[in-house]
């Protein structure tokens, strides 16, 4: 699947800012839809792209995880004087370990045990120390039989390498020099992209998923982040422009939902990895802020309380729809909607038997 991962909901005081479960249930309802599309029996390319976009839920996801980590650490970095980098890993550990180490637990039982799914060790090695998304450059190019089911956390992957650079990034170096240079390493994001298609042919099945290739999402969120922050009135007029004229958000939304998709469809790689990929970001991106701030009508669905905890959920439903999601496999489980509700109770009970505990724990870590 392409992300995000974390997907990753990052209950702290954030959670708290209207709309965002409603984001993160968007979000997962597009990767859901997008990996059991299969089973729907609906054989049309354009409506796939267009109600099961798995890819633009990733972004999405991407897109929020930057936004909220960085308004997180700058919250901390206002209030006590500096970052905590061991507490936020502490915090990050705790929130993504025990359901991912779960879930990795019950597909080696399901390889080595009941020798029920064909993963080489090697695939489920680099999906543990969350490097899936750098397996062909590092491991080489050929996949398990059963790759499926540990290949979407290339997202988490990712997301795991992002905390490490963005947090030390902003705990030693300077806000000034940051906020100079995020945006002329953001515009390079596609330039790296082309060079490293045109170069490294090894690269080119892992380039929309590389740290390196793929970040324009999560970085555009952390931009934003930072403009919201930093330059509160420029933000401001720009959003009373779109509130002023409604036309120019449900154009963005347009954009990512049919425009961008279809381009994709058409132009493949030649669309995305040059422009589409970061219009898409920076489309997002203005959306969330204008979203959060200037609460418009047409986004009134996403605090419905059904949206909302489809977002309380989502990390649980990204985690374990891969096991019923399959379209390369056979069986009642992995038929419409029978695999869906399958996916929505392996999640329900992840959350309320795994999930709520620990974040007990993070809690007072956070006290």
Same mark, same amino acid.
């Given at each position: 699947?392409?992300?995000v991962?974390?997907?990753?909901v990052?209950?702290?005081?954030?959670?708290?800012?209207?709309?965002?479960?409603?984001?993160r249930?968007?979000?997962?309802i597009?990767?859901?839809?997008?990996?059991?599309?299969y089973s729907i !029996?609906?054989s049309?390319?354009?409506?796939?792209?267009?109600?099961?976009?798995a890819?633009?839920?990733v972004?999405?996801?991407?897109?929020?995880?930057?936004?909220?980590?960085?308004n997180?650490?700058?919250?901390?970095?206002?209030?006590?004087?500096?970052?905590?980098?061991?507490k936020?890993?502490?915090?990050?550990?705790?929130?993504?370990?025990?359901?991912?180490?779960l879930?990795?637990?019950?597909?080696?039982?399901?390889?080595f045990?009941?020798?029920y799914l064909?993963?080489?060790?090697?695939? &489920?090695v680099?999906?543990?120390?969350?490097?899936?998304?750098?397996?062909?450059l590092?491991?080489?190019?050929?996949?398990?039989?059963?790759?499926?089911y540990?290949?979407?956390?290339?997202?988490?992957?990712?997301?795991?390498?992002?905390?490490?650079?963005?947090?030390?990034?902003?705990?030693?170096?300077?806000?000034?020099?940051?906020?100079?240079?995020l945006?002329?390493?953001?515009?390079?994001?596609?330039?790296?992209?082309?060079?490293?298609?045109?170069?490294?042919e090894?690269?080119?099945?892992q380039i !929309?998923?590389?740290?390196?290739?793929?970040s324009?999402?999560?970085?555009?969120?952390?931009?934003?982040?930072l &403009?919201?922050?930093?330059n509160?009135?420029s933000?401001?007029?720009?959003?009373t422009?779109?509130?002023?004229?409604?036309?120019?958000?449900?154009?963005?939304?347009?954009?990512?939902f049919?425009?961008?998709?279809?381009?994709?469809?058409?132009?493949?790689?030649?669309?995305?990895l040059?422009?589409?990929?970061?219009?898409?970001?920076?489309?997002?991106?203005?959306?969330?802020?204008?979203?959060?701030?200037?609460?418009?009508?047409?986004?009134?669905?996403?605090?419905?309380?059904?949206?909302?905890?489809?977002?309380?959920?989502?990390?649980?439903?990204?985690?374990?729809?891969?096991?019923?999601l399959n379209?390369?496999?056979?069986?009642?489980?992995?038929m419409?909607?029978l695999?869906?509700?399958?996916?929505? !109770?392996?999640?329900?009970?992840?959350?309320?038997?795994?999930?709520?505990?620990?974040?007990q724990l993070?809690?007072?870590?956070?006290?």
């Open positions: 699947m392409l992300i991962v974390n997907f990753l990052l209950n702290c005081n954030m959670n708290r800012i209207p709309y965002l479960d409603g984001i249930g968007v979000a997962i597009l990767v859901l839809i997008g990996h059991g599309f !029996g609906i049309n390319e354009l409506i796939r792209i267009i109600f099961g976009n890819h633009l839920g972004m999405i996801f991407f897109s929020l995880s930057g936004y909220l980590i960085t997180l650490l700058l919250n901390e970095q206002e209030k006590t004087g500096t970052i905590h980098l061991g936020f890993y502490l915090r990050r550990a705790i929130r993504i370990f025990p359901v991912f180490y879930y990795l637990s019950i597909i080696a039982v399901l390889v045990v009941f020798r064909e993963i080489d060790i090697i695939d &489920l680099f999906a543990s120390v969350y490097l899936t998304n750098y397996k062909n590092i491991g080489g190019e050929s996949f398990s039989p059963d790759y499926w540990i290949g979407h956390f290339w997202t988490l992957s990712l997301e795991e390498q992002f905390y490490l650079v963005w947090p030390s990034l902003l705990f030693f170096c300077s806000l000034k020099w940051l906020r100079r240079i945006p002329i390493v953001l515009f390079m994001f596609p330039i790296v992209r082309v060079v490293s298609y045109a170069l490294f090894d690269q080119r099945g !929309g998923m590389m740290l390196h290739t793929m324009d999402a999560i970085f555009w969120g952390c931009y934003m982040a &403009l919201e922050r930093y509160k009135e933000v401001k007029k720009v959003l422009v779109l509130k002023e004229n409604i036309y120019i958000p449900i154009g963005l939304l347009l954009f990512i049919i425009l961008s998709p279809v381009m994709a469809m058409l132009f493949k790689g030649a669309y995305n040059s422009i589409g990929f970061t219009l898409e970001s920076i489309s997002i991106g203005i959306l969330l802020l204008f979203i959060i701030h200037e609460k418009p009508s047409f986004a009134g669905f996403l605090n419905g309380k059904i949206i909302s905890y489809i977002g309380v959920l989502s990390y649980s439903l990204y985690i374990w729809q891969q096991l019923f379209h390369s496999a056979t069986g009642i489980i992995y419409f909607p695999n869906i509700i399958l996916a929505a !109770g392996a999640a329900y009970i992840s959350y309320t038997c795994v999930e709520k505990p620990i974040l993070k809690k007072k870590i956070n006290s």
